[in-house]
């Protein structure tokens, strides 16, 4: 699979919540960061990238994937995309993203998404805030020190 393949293969297991397939698309040593939130509420390994993933997904009715442009070039992989998240309660937030992706040797070794908080945060229900609160977030890896900014 060339880099874009494995990207796309991550997309498509991300949307069908298919938590095995995602764990799949990740090393031991692989990183997700999330960049409003800083570093240091990153995850890291397959398990830990998917307990990242349903903090924020496990609690929605449905989401939708509006794949744009990608570009690949160096072993990096970058998307830009927009989800549209559907909570039980009847909210919804249409959130913007460009991603990008570090791809070695067939794996995903580093995912930042670069979104707006606000965009989130303001049109999630409370009690999808109140999940966040009280989550289990025994998953976090402080990537601070990891030199990941550009």
Same mark, same amino acid.
């Given at each position: 699979?060339?880099?874009?393949?494995?990207?796309?293969? &991550?997309?498509?297991?991300?949307?069908?919540?298919?938590?095995?397939?995602?764990?799949?698309?990740? !090393?031991?040593?692989?990183?997700?960061?999330?960049?409003? /939130?800083? *570093?240091?509420?990153?995850?890291?390994? *397959?398990?830990?990238?998917?307990?990242?993933?349903? &903090? !924020?997904?496990?609690?929605?009715?449905?989401?939708?994937?509006?794949?744009?442009?990608?570009?690949?070039?160096?072993?990096?992989?970058?998307?830009?995309?927009?989800?549209?998240?559907?909570?039980?309660?009847?909210?919804?937030?249409?959130?913007?993203?460009?991603?990008?992706? /570090?791809?070695?040797? !067939?794996?995903?070794?580093? +995912?930042?998404?670069?979104?707006?908080?606000?965009?989130?945060?303001?049109?999630?229900?409370?009690?999808?805030?109140?999940? &966040?609160?009280?989550?289990?977030?025994? +998953?976090?890896?402080?990537?601070?020190?990891?030199?990941?900014? *550009?």
């Amino acid at each position: 699979m060339n880099d874009v393949e494995v990207v796309r293969a &991550l997309w498509g297991a991300l949307y069908d919540r298919d938590w095995d397939r995602i764990a799949g698309c990740f !090393g031991p040593d692989s990183i997700y960061w999330d960049v409003p /939130t800083g *570093p240091g509420a990153a995850a890291k390994g *397959p398990a830990d990238i998917v307990s990242r993933l349903k &903090l !924020g997904l496990d609690g929605l009715a449905g989401y939708e994937h509006f794949l744009g442009p990608m570009l690949a070039q160096d072993g990096i992989v970058v998307t830009e995309h927009r989800e549209v998240w559907h909570w039980p309660t009847g909210e919804t937030a249409s959130l913007p993203f460009v991603s990008v992706m /570090t791809v070695t040797d !067939g794996v995903i070794t580093l +995912w930042k998404d670069y979104w707006d908080f606000n965009t989130l945060m303001d049109a999630a229900p409370a009690e999808w805030h109140e999940r &966040l609160n009280s989550a289990d977030l025994s +998953w976090v890896y402080d990537a601070t020190d990891d030199n990941l900014a *550009p």
